[in-house]
């Protein structure tokens, strides 16, 4: 973006903090506002961009009220404003309630809707940083991005990367929900295994009954299996097992939950949740869940497994954003490890 000639660049938050399990952003924001705003000047500065914008989730009501105290208060001491600490540099900074919609987290969606519109996704090319909001240059970035560059400028880049292990480095703040004694969240460097957070940290499940997966990543987050627990938290790790890190929100499940029914919930998430911009999300959705319902019932089970798979395949590789693209993780993990649940014998 620092390179986009334009009269007027822009840096956006997306605080549209939706998965579920995920509660860091929201806790950031209501116990240290000023992390964020601070990241959010420096990232101005350093791009060119003069005005900013925090696109702060619906059901936050807390974080909205903390966040716009926190303004008043930047603005009354000149943090922000038409002089930057007494500097030539010019920034503004507001907050924007959320629409309330899943889809409004894809950050074309965001800008779609902080422009006033149908929060819907756009197509890219040209992406944000060249034609963004308003047709500016817009750097566009979540909470946790945001809020970790103060540390990094106050401290160096050295000490940052000397959390976290291979090519994840620095720390992230992992949430633990679900059937688990003990929920809530830990910041820690990359690197734990998920066994430790859910037995360590997590205290086990809280029924008291073996754990039998957990899903991390969010509700497109792949199921992950009890002999998969020894992956780390590490982007490079879970990618290698087929599954994602995401916004380090981990949802935990007993040995009671039934994975077919799962799997069926990430296909009626994904048709209830689309902005129906695109055939494979908006319609393949649909027809998941039909297929799943068939598949439950079917006495030939590995015929509609085949259907599923194919219509899975499209919807991974012919939708427009992440939202279809995804939705095949929890339904194929499902189905991988957890085969009984759908009556398909393992192979």
Same mark, same amino acid.
Not at 52 to 70: H, K, M, Q, S, V
Not at 186 to 191: A, D, K, M, Y
Not at 207 to 223: C, D, E, F, I, N
Not at 246 to 255: N, R
């Given at each position: 973006? @620092?390179?986009?000639?334009?009269?007027?660049?822009? %840096?956006?938050?997306?605080?549209?903090?939706?998965?579920?399990?995920?509660?860091?952003?929201?806790?950031?924001?209501?116990?240290?506002?000023?992390?964020?705003?601070?990241? /959010?000047?420096?990232?101005?500065?350093?791009? &060119?961009?003069?005005?900013?914008?925090?696109?702060?989730?619906?059901?936050?009501?807390?974080?909205?009220?903390? *966040?716009?105290?926190?303004?008043?208060?930047?603005?009354?001491?000149?943090?922000?404003?038409?002089?930057?600490?007494?500097?030539?540099?010019?920034?503004?900074?507001?907050?924007?309630?959320?629409?309330?919609?899943? +889809?409004?987290?894809?950050?074309?969606?965001?800008?779609? $809707?902080?422009?006033?519109?149908?929060?819907?996704?756009?197509?890219?090319?040209?992406?944000?940083? +060249?034609?963004?909001? =308003?047709?500016?240059?817009?750097?566009?970035?979540?909470?946790?991005? *945001?809020?970790?560059?103060?540390? %990094?400028?106050?401290?160096?880049?050295?000490?940052?990367?000397?959390?976290?292990?291979?090519?994840?480095?620095?720390?992230?703040?992992?949430? @633990?929900?679900?059937?688990?004694?003990?929920?809530?969240?830990?910041?820690?460097?990359? &690197?734990?295994?998920?066994?430790?957070? @859910?037995?360590? =940290?997590?205290?086990?499940?809280? $029924?008291?009954?073996?754990?039998?997966?957990?899903?991390?990543?969010?509700? @497109?987050?792949?199921?992950?299996?009890? $002999?998969?627990?020894?992956?780390?938290?590490?982007?490079?790790?879970?990618?290698?097992?087929?599954?994602?890190?995401?916004?380090?929100? +981990?949802?935990?499940?007993?040995?009671?939950?039934?994975?077919?029914? /799962?799997?069926?919930?990430?296909?009626?998430?994904?048709?209830?949740?689309?902005?129906?911009?695109?055939?494979?999300?908006?319609?393949?959705?649909?027809?998941?869940?039909?297929?799943?319902?068939?598949?439950?019932? $079917?006495?030939?089970?590995?015929?509609?497994?085949?259907?599923?798979?194919?219509?899975?395949?499209?919807?991974?590789? &012919?939708?427009?954003?992440?939202?279809?693209?995804?939705?095949?993780?929890?339904?194929?993990?499902?189905?991988?490890? =957890?085969?009984?649940?759908?009556? +398909?014998?393992?192979?």
């Amino acid at each position: 973006m @620092l390179d986009t000639p334009a009269a007027q660049k822009y %840096i956006v938050c997306n605080a549209d903090e939706g998965d579920s399990g995920t509660f860091a952003d929201r806790m950031l924001m209501e116990g240290d506002p000023f992390c964020l705003v601070e990241g /959010m000047i420096i990232a101005g500065l350093a791009t &060119g961009a003069t005005q900013g914008f925090i696109y702060c989730r619906a059901e936050y009501p807390d974080a909205w009220r903390t *966040l716009n105290e926190a303004l008043a208060v930047a603005y009354r001491e000149g943090v922000l404003g038409a002089s930057v600490l007494g500097s030539k540099h010019r920034f503004d900074l507001e907050v924007r309630l959320g629409a309330g919609a899943y +889809i409004c987290g894809e950050e074309t969606s965001l800008l779609e $809707s902080l422009e006033g519109k149908r929060g819907q996704v756009r197509y890219k090319p040209p992406l944000p940083a +060249i034609s963004g909001l =308003f047709g500016r240059p817009t750097v566009i970035n979540n909470v946790i991005s *945001l809020a970790s560059v103060p540390v %990094i400028l106050e401290k160096g880049g050295a000490y940052y990367a000397n959390y976290g292990m291979g090519r994840s480095r620095g720390t992230l703040p992992l949430q @633990l929900a679900g059937n688990l004694a003990r929920c809530g969240l830990v910041e820690l460097g990359f &690197g734990p295994t998920l066994h430790e957070l @859910l037995y360590d =940290f997590g205290g086990g499940s809280a $029924s008291g009954r073996p754990l039998k997966t957990a899903q991390v990543g969010g509700p @497109l987050g792949a199921y992950l299996p009890v $002999s998969d627990f020894d992956v780390p938290v590490d982007y490079e790790a879970f990618a290698a097992r087929g599954a994602m890190l995401g916004h380090g929100g +981990i949802v935990a499940f007993d040995d009671t939950i039934d994975m077919a029914g /799962m799997a069926r919930y990430a296909m009626e998430f994904c048709a209830l949740e689309s902005c129906g911009k695109c055939t494979p999300c908006r319609i393949g959705s649909t027809r998941g869940v039909e297929v799943i319902d068939r598949l439950r019932q $079917s006495a030939t089970p590995e015929r509609e497994k085949a259907l599923l798979d194919d219509l899975c395949h499209t919807m991974q590789h &012919g939708s427009l954003c992440a939202l279809g693209g995804l939705t095949y993780l929890p339904v194929q993990s499902a189905l991988k490890h =957890f085969p009984g649940d759908f009556g +398909i014998k393992s192979a």
